[in-house]
């Protein structure tokens, strides 16, 4: 486990350096703090995506895992979406991703190799959230008629970068070094952006210090780390899959929500508390939730 709380602890501590810089005044506003946002959004989060699926075996797309998570996702979206039909679109689209998006870089490669045993579990649920779930939380959170929202949504930096990526898998192309390093090297730059911002978010206001956004806070926070897993592990052993490849479902289901999903609500100024306040306490809980699905398969 010694990988997976190396992962949560990078993670805090780059909150917590967008904290102190708030404190101390060096972020001074939400203007500056969303600057953070907009970058990763726009420029390092795209390089990040191109280089993780150009890279990416796209042989793995379809495996029995992957079904049962995007099932799972699916089921606990739906859920939220039920629950919350009479808010307004963008918040209920932030609270639905917010309940099955998973955090499947720096949580989940850790998790993938050191409780799973390997990281080719990960990559392809990655692919998955960006190609086909990212289009529709971002058509939810854009404005205007619904054409011009989802054509925006397709066109969005995020998803053309992930498209171009799997272009390059799967057609088994190589990007030359000098291209394709640069773009790396931005990439890099993706995850400390956002979590700084997040750090800086909670020198205003505090999680759960909006009354009004609890309910939707912890429904998300609940589907995401107790219904998403339930929801794969019915599905997996309806599959018939074998009790590794159960675990494996059910393990990655528990992840916490990607910090991805409070960026795009951040860049686009909608349902930010839901999306923070989830992604705030799924990251903390999620580490005890996997610890006893850990023990109940007798891992």
Known sequence: MLGVLTGFAIILAVIFTGWILAVKGIIRSDRERLMFNKVAFYAATPALLFSSVATADPGTILSPVTITLVIA?????????GIFRRDEVPVMATGAAASGFFNSVNIGFPVSIYVVGEATWVVPMMLIQMIVFTPFILGALGSGSWGAVFKNALLSPVVVASFLGLTVALMGWTVPAPIMEPISLLGGASIPMILMS?????????VLSDRSARPQVFAATALKLVGMPLAAFACATLMGLDEDLVYTAVILAALPTAQNVYNYAATFDKGQTVARDTVFITTFASLPVMLIIALAFGR
């Open 198 to 206: 997040f750090g800086a978010s909670l020198k205003t206001s505090a």
């Open 73 to 81: 996702t699916v089921a606990v979206a739906a859920v939220y979406c």
